[in-house]
Structure formats: structure tokens, C-alpha cells
């Protein structure tokens, strides 16, 4: 049974998203503070975090942000602001998908369905052999361990970052759309937000890229999508 932790001040919307998902057999935890449940997280086992942003204590995205720097289960932030500017920030800290507040409790169970079916078949495909690596131009990805180097020196990737990098580094020179790029890695048609791509494309130009306004590696192909250049 997928353990789920919900943290959010609003004991009615807890309340209601806890009983939903209990209805679909998922055992569901409850934090209504930010300090709280940022112990919880770190503290306890879960496979999927459901996260309100404005929270009493320590908000959302610097609870995200901690968790992302230990831990790469799915987080699905929810927050009644519904300007970009928000959903961009909690993407680019790592959160897997951001729900806009009134959302229907069906809708929070699809999605959450959605990622933790992704992220089961991500570490049940197998772990790949200890040598196996892709290296291009001074950039290495080291598949079995999960780790990305430029020019020998390690930076630090979210699971969905280095997802959609090697998954690039694994088709080059081939241009994919948003909406494949987003199919291929989040695994879901109708749930999120294809703007999930560019804010991941974004931070990995910054993390692997010397001018990312010049890209080395991944190339935009305007009006089109997205190709790693070799």
C-alpha cells in the first residue's frame, strides 16, 4: 500500500483529499504545519507528497526544496495562486506537478495515480550495469548511480531533471515536441502542465550548459521542440 503525506493547513480540504484517498487504498498521513511536516517528510517513509504552498511555520516551496535536496518521490504542490510565476518557482525546486485550488478530488487522485504509476516503473526497470554511462563533450552521466558530471565536476539533478536529460543524451539529434517530451518522462496526457518542460528544460541549460543562452547541448528548434545536439 503507497503511503501518502498530506500537509496542509486547512483541515477540510486535508480532510476530504485523506478520504479519497483512502477510498483508493492508499494509507495517508496528515501535517497541518510547516515545521511538522517537514519533519514527517524527512523523518518517515512515503512514496508521494501532496503539498500546500502557504503553510504556518515554513511555506512550500522551502519545504520542497529540502526534500528535493534528500528524496525523489513525487511532489504535487497545491496552492490557490494560480499565476506562473508560482507554478515556475515550484517546478524549477523540483515538484513533479503544481494543482490549482478549488480542484475536484477525483482530479487530485488521477494525478496522484499518475505519478506514483511513473515513478513504480522508473525504479522497476532495472538497475543498469556499473560501467554503463553516456558521455558526450565533457558532460557524463553515470546511469547507475544516477549522477551527472561536467568536465569531472558533479552537479546536483531532481529525478525528473535526470530523467529528461538522459532520455535526451539517449536520442540524439532527434527534435521532440513538448507534448512527447512531457508523455515520455511524466507519462501522463492529460494531467499537469506541458510548461513543466520548459521549466526543466531551463534548469538544465543552467546546470550543464557554460552560456546557456548558447546552448552546447540542448538546442531549441524553434516552433518545434527541443534536440540534443552531437
Not at 38 to 49: H, N, P, R, T, V
Not at 56 to 80: H, M, T, W, Y
Not at 191 to 202: L, N, Q, R, S
Not at 211 to 226: A, D, K, R
Request: glycine share 8%.
Amino acid at each position: 500500500m503507497s503511503r501518502i503525506l498530506i500537509i496542509e493547513d486547512e483541515a477540510e480540504i486535508a480532510e476530504l483529499e485523506r478520504d479519497y484517498l483512502c477510498i483508493n487504498g492508499y494509507d495517508v498521513v496528515i501535517e497541518s504545519r510547516g515545521n511538522t511536516g517537514l519533519a514527517k517528510a524527512m523523518g518517515e517513509s512515503f512514496d508521494l507528497i501532496i503539498l500546500d504552498l502557504m503553510l504556518p511555520g515554513i511555506d512550500g516551496f522551502e519545504i520542497c526544496r529540502k526534500i528535493r535536496e534528500s528524496q525523489n518521490i513525487p511532489i504535487l504542490l497545491v496552492s490557490a495562486k494560480k499565476n506562473d510565476v508560482d507554478k515556475i518557482r515550484g517546478l524549477g525546486l523540483g515538484a513533479d506537478d503544481y494543482i490549482t485550488k478549488p480542484f475536484s478530488p477525483s482530479e487530485l487522485v488521477a494525478r496522484v495515480k499518475a505519478h506514483l504509476a511513473r515513478y513504480e516503473r522508473l525504479i522497476s526497470q532495472g538497475i543498469p550495469k556499473e560501467n554503463e554511462a553516456i558521455e558526450i563533450g565533457g558532460l557524463k552521466i553515470d546511469l547507475a548511480a544516477r549522477r551527472v558530471y561536467i568536465n569531472g565536476e558533479e552537479r546536483n539533478f531532481t529525478a525528473k531533471e535526470f530523467d529528461l536529460l538522459t532520455f535526451l543524451a539517449q536520442n540524439p539529434n532527434r527534435v521532440f515536441t513538448k507534448d512527447e517530451l512531457f508523455e515520455k518522462i511524466w507519462g501522463m496526457e492529460s494531467c499537469g502542465d506541458i510548461a513543466t518542460v520548459t521549466v526543466h528544460i531551463k534548469k538544465l541549460r543552467e546546470k550543464i550548459e557554460v552560456n546557456s543562452s548558447n546552448p552546447q547541448f540542448i538546442e531549441t528548434i524553434w516552433g518545434v521542440g527541443y534536440r540534443f545536439k552531437v
